[in-house]
């Protein structure tokens, strides 16, 4: 049995295959990168795996499971290229996903924009109030649902063209009797038409985050569905009848029939994987806190993971572009920066990099494919950090040249500067660019980078590493075996993960009989649902994990904080502790807490984990040729132009011929097929036994040190 990791980017696609024992090629792990195709990113994909197949020597039909992360959701989000959604909603609140939250997002700003009304995911023609009413508490029923309403509504959104249709009424998360008869009529009445309630979608309060979350999901679900379904039909085409299996927002992986239900799950599968990865490699040499700095074609996602933890990111701080959305997403920020980063000087002569990307096609002015307009790649290229004929190991057939002309073009004869000058301009900028968002995931949430490794990786991820490490105070560079595909091997070792939520008001410092009974009537449904979907996904009972959390806050306070349940059944007895912990996770996020204040259970989760095998690295790079000297590694040298301004005359070695405990001194460059590392001047690298290599500066008054000495002074 072998399977394949996928990690679709905006510029390459990236392939992981791993082989077993069993398996006619015997046990073994290797590597693949094809461009995206960005029209039909499945393409791209089965292009890959046919190709990976060949390169590893095994039949198509070998591999038995295919984990996939996607951007597909993302770009429709992004590029405002979803659905055509209507929404069916109580009377009197058609304009809750207009109007928002009375906070305004831009205080003193008299010309902010806001996505949910200059790019509404449902247009107000096609949001149709219905007759009905449920009232809190305990969702009594006031106002019956006018059930002829709903089917003139139907009638009216068919005529309308809609593709999906959303129903969202006040308090369903008390009783969702109306939106469920709501639902049915809809596909009694279109049927086949995309449909979701939001009782079904995200069982919580608030309503504008509720409305909007189930509005994202029917925006992306038709395009997500039709994306999934035509990947699935172009396996079968070519022969290769894989278990498909989704990478979710959260850093897990999910069933195809779950992300079609729930596509708005998936909204940040594509940088999930690289997180994931990211750890699976830290774990490798120890090193639980890491900035994880994902440098792709045309992004950068950044994360930071402390004690290994991932990150999941609060309800009021969850959005993708600006729009909010209640599905647990790993903590994470993107912005456009990437090795495709298109450099350019606005009408007023001011200089930017990025967010706008050359993307795969036409790509960088280096790559010949007819781009010529200058990016980070073309860059480094011209300053030597990359090498145009080494690029993919030589397969991409870029020519320096072409990034010279562009820079020459376009930068530096414009702003009366030389090439280099140029280049160096922009690679500062976009590294600055880098450096603040790593700053707002560490330090504008308390944490310390001194305390972390940064480990960048994705294709442009190790050549910017020193530089970004240096601009935040990092304790060292940390660049696993396959940078530029670390997000395709994160996707290999990760689980079957599903998430269940249900809204339970309770003040717990105050809690008695009646209401213990009640949280835990919702814990025990929560978990028949969590068991049976773990069931129809062929889990065996001795691989589910179940962790309950309690999201808590105090009186008055607008958001929770996740707190762990001390069991599955909550008794008197547990309450005191679980107050206890709400505290000293208030204290930890905010630097303070309340003790004498009273906390209240707002949302119970329930997260189901169905356990996966973890990609055995130790069968990574079998047959590679390895030697103890370092010459045997070296290729040759080059002129390079560093940070400084300085051009060095600087080595290049083969990473796969490193053996483990080599030390390099910088300057160096370290060359593989899928990325490029970069030493600089006054650093060294030092290659781990499972193949990371750790870069640091190396003190002045420090001897050459053995491999495993240098990385006890870096840590």
């Not at 930068?411 to 700053?439: H, K, Q, W």
């Not at 505290?583 to 996020?589: I, R, S």
């Not at 593989?672 to 781990?688: C, E, K, N, R, Y």
């Amino acid at each position: 049995m072998a399977r394949i990791g996928v990690d679709v980017g905006g510029t390459n696609t990236d392939l992981v295959l791993e082989t077993f024992a069993d398996d006619p090629v015997g046990a073994g792990i290797y590597q693949h990168k094809v461009p995206s195709t960005k029209q039909d990113q499945s393409e791209g994909v089965v292009r890959g795996i046919i190709e990976l197949c060949g390169k590893a020597g095994i039949a198509r039909s070998a591999v038995k499971q295919i984990m996939h992360g996607t951007t597909v959701a993302t770009n429709a989000t992004l590029e405002y290229d979803g659905a055509n959604v209507g929404m069916l909603t109580t009377r009197g609140f058609r304009d809750i996903l207009h109007i928002g939250r009375h906070k305004r997002p831009h205080n003193f700003s008299l010309h902010f924009d806001v996505p949910w009304q200059s790019h509404p995911l449902v247009k107000r023609r096609n949001r149709l109030p219905i007759t009905e009413r449920i009232l809190p508490p305990d969702g009594r029923i006031v106002t019956p649902l006018v059930e002829d309403e709903v089917y003139e509504a139907a009638l009216r959104l068919r005529d309308n063209g809609v593709e999906a249709v959303i129903v969202c009424f006040l308090f369903s998360f008390l009783n969702d009797a109306h939106e469920r008869r709501a639902q049915e009529i809809v596909r009694e009445v279109l049927p086949g038409m995309y449909c979701w309630r939001s009782s079904e979608v995200v069982d919580v309060m608030r309503e504008f985050e509720r409305f909007s979350t189930t509005a994202m999901n029917a925006f992306v679900g038709p395009k997500t569905a039709r994306y999934i379904s035509r990947l699935e039909s172009r396996l079968r085409e070519n022969g290769i009848e894989a278990d498909l299996r989704i990478m979710q927002s959260n850093g897990g992986l999910a069933t195809v029939e779950q992300c079609i239900d729930r596509p708005v799950s998936i909204l940040m599968s594509g940088p999930a994987g690289g997180v994931i990865g990211g750890r699976f490699f830290a774990d490798m040499v120890g090193q639980s806190n890491i900035l994880a700095v994902d440098i792709g074609g045309t992004s950068a996602d950044i994360a930071a993971l402390t004690a290994g933890e991932l990150r999941i990111k609060n309800p009021r701080d969850a959005v993708v572009a600006d729009y909010p959305v209640m599905a647990p997403m790993i903590d994470m920020i993107t912005i456009g920066a990437g090795g495709g980063s298109v450099a350019y000087l606005d009408s007023a002569g001011g200089f930017h990099v990025g967010p706008r990307s050359a993307g795969s096609e036409p790509g960088p002015a280096c790559y010949g494919r007819g781009g010529t307009e200058p990016t980070t790649t073309d860059a480094n290229v011209v300053l030597g950090r990359l090498d145009a004929d080494q690029m993919l190991g030589g397969d991409l057939g870029a020519t320096a040249s072409l990034a010279e002309q562009a820079i020459r073009e376009k930068i530096a004869e414009p702003l009366g500067m030389s090439v280099t000058e140029a280049a160096l301009g922009i690679l500062r900028v976009v590294n600055n660019n880098m450096s603040l968002a790593i700053r707002s995931a560490s330090v504008a949430r308390g944490l310390d980078p001194r305390e972390f490794a940064l480990m960048p990786f994705g294709g442009a991820g190790p050549v910017h590493g020193p530089s970004l490490a240096t601009e935040v105070g990092a304790k060292y560079v940390l660049v696993p075996p396959m940078p530029g595909i670390t997000a395709a091997a994160g996707l290999l070792a990760t689980d079957l993960k599903y998430e269940y939520t249900r809204s339970q008001l309770c003040n717990l410092c105050t809690a008695g009989v009646d209401e213990l009974a009640a949280i835990n009537r919702t814990l025990a449904a929560l978990e028949v649902e969590c068991r049976d979907r773990l069931v129809a996904d062929h889990v065996a009972p001795e691989d589910m994990a179940l962790r309950y959390i309690a999201e808590c806050r105090y009186h008055g306070q607008g958001f929770e904080l996740r707190v762990d349940l001390p069991a599955s059944t909550i008794e008197a007895s547990h309450l005191e502790s679980l107050i206890e912990a709400f505290h000293t996770v208030h204290e930890k996020d905010y630097g303070y807490g309340f003790r004498g204040a009273d906390v209240e259970l707002v949302t119970l989760r329930l997260i189901g984990t169905g356990r996966f095998p973890r990609l055995d690295w130790s069968q990574w790079g079998k047959g590679r040729q390895v030697d103890n000297g370092l010459e045997q590694a070296y290729l040759y040298t080059r002129d390079t132009v560093f940070d400084d301004g300085t051009r060095l005359p600087t080595p290049r070695y083969d990473r796969q011929r490193l053996a483990p405990e080599q030390v390099i001194d910088g300057p160096a460059i370290i060359l593989q097929h899928d990325s490029t590392s970069l030493v600089p001047p006054g650093w060294q690298a030092w290659v781990s036994p499972s193949g990371n290599m750790i870069v640091g500066v190396r003190a002045a008054t420090e001897k050459k040190t053995a491999g495993k000495q240098l990385e006890e002074t870096l840590q």
